[in-house]
């Protein structure tokens, strides 16, 4: 089973700045199986990655993800007020779901 | 567009079952994955399971002895049946979409979620 740490697990930073994300998988983990959403309180989350990379339509560019292997990136430049929110990664890998601890973005 | 939403009991007492429906509208059921995620209160996501129109289902380990989900082609909906509950079954439940498994799996949609206490 593939375990996900993110880091940190809060970040807190004024609007305007950059944002950077990390999710760390237990194991190599092919980047076509991780994805990245994004959570509002009282909200349900939201899809923003897939394929590790692969930005959902609306997402806007100033947020990017990138990364292979066991590290994958979430950054968000220009830290907006839509953009405080809970961040989680997710991996599909060998049928068996899982996510990672989350990253609060305040 | 697809949309999703988790039906059923709020309220379930300790020991007895939860079952909550999910139906899809705007869209089949067939030919794609379909998964439950919980959210207990103030804890990260955890995923429950999901299932193929085929019938075949992969459920987290640490639930699996519990947790069976299930499809009905004909309402076009799908289930989640989690016995001998406890008060740490306490969440929000969640359906979604697990689309393109066989290319980039992902969640999405997601349907708006269900508080479900398990409470006397």
Known sequence: EVVLTQSPATLTLSP??????SCRASQN???????WYQQKAGQAPRLLFYSASTRVTGVPDRIRA???GTEFTLTIKRLRPEDFAIYYCQQSGDSVLSFGGGTTVE | ????KESGPGLVRPSETLSLTC????????????SWIRQSPGRPLEWIGHIYYSGSANYN??????????MDTSENHFSLTLTSVTAADTAV??????GDFFVAPRLDPWGQGMLVTVSP
């Open chain 1, 29 to 35: 983990i092919d980047s076509t199986y991780l994805a």
């Open chain 1, 66 to 68: 990138s990364g292979s």
């Open chain 2, 23 to 34: 139906s899809v509208s705007g869209g089949s059921i067939e030919n794609s994955h379909w």
């Open chain 2, 1 to 4: 567009q697809v949309q999703l």
């Open chain 1, 16 to 21: 305007g700045l950059t944002a950077t994300l």
């Open chain 2, 61 to 70: 380990p640490s639930l699996r002895s519990r947790v069976a989900i299930s």
């Open chain 2, 93 to 98: 439940y969640y359906c979604a979409r697990l």
